[in-house]
């Protein structure tokens, strides 16, 4: 009997340094961190048309992440531009796997952000938008851009001018939503090239599908 309880005790005394590895808090041993990619570096991005209420107070809009039919028209304030980026996530430190039950599950990837730098982001239609803003003109000056959190939420900042924020040369958030102003004038029908530049010279340019505003 005493020799069955010494091997159970170095049993236990062996594999406690994996369980308490893997079962670790957020504050006391990082598990989130050492089990997600924590970083993201920006490949490119998809533009897709989405429904929103722009309308709510505090510039908080409600945006249904759904693609448009091409042949319905929208209020200006009620249409817009989901961008999502093409990341590769990656982590400053080897990623620890231990094969272990957690309890606490993995930050999602990307968490940290980007170590990148925006430097513009240009927004021009194939139409004339109005007399100021002729068919290739910037029109970020126009838009509002809202960023998106993780699991497609709101960020707690509210809706800014497009060139201003990206005057600000930010880190690039995941996703982003950009919406007019104000309505267009000229011409109700308008396909929209968004041109993205970092500070390292990285440039990707998406195109959306045609947008028809009533």
């Not at 409600?62 to 990656?90: C, F, M, Q, W």
């Not at 930050?107 to 004339?128: A, F, M, W």
Request: aromatic fraction near 12%.
């Amino acid at each position: 009997m005493k020799t069955i309880k010494i091997l159970s005790l170095a049993f236990l005394i062996s594999v406690a340094p994996l369980f308490l590895t893997g079962c670790c808090w957020f504050d006391t041993c990082g598990c989130g961190d050492n089990f997600s990619q924590k970083y993201f570096k920006v490949n490119g991005w998809k533009a897709t048309n989405v429904l929103i209420d722009s309308t709510v107070t505090n510039g908080y809009p409600y945006v249904r992440l759904d693609s448009l039919p091409e042949t319905a028209s929208h209020p200006y304030n009620k249409v817009g531009i989901n961008l999502e980026v093409k990341a590769e996530y990656y982590s400053s430190l080897p990623i620890n796997s231990y094969g272990l039950l957690m309890a606490c599950d993995p930050l999602p990837n990307g968490h940290e952000g980007s170590k990148e730098k925006v430097s513009t982001i240009r927004i021009t239609s194939n139409q004339d938008f109005d007399t100021e803003h002729p068919a290739g003109t910037n029109l970020a000056e126009i838009f509002l851009i809202k960023k998106m959190g993780f699991y497609n939420s709101w960020s707690e900042d509210v809706a800014v001018n497009l060139r201003t924020y990206s005057n600000g040369q930010p880190s690039p958030e995941l996703a982003y939503t950009l919406w007019l102003a104000k309505p267009p004038v000229s011409s109700k029908k308008h396909i929209f090239t968004i041109t993205y530049e970092q500070t390292n010279g990285d440039k990707y340019t998406v195109t959306t599908r045609e947008l028809t505003f009533s």
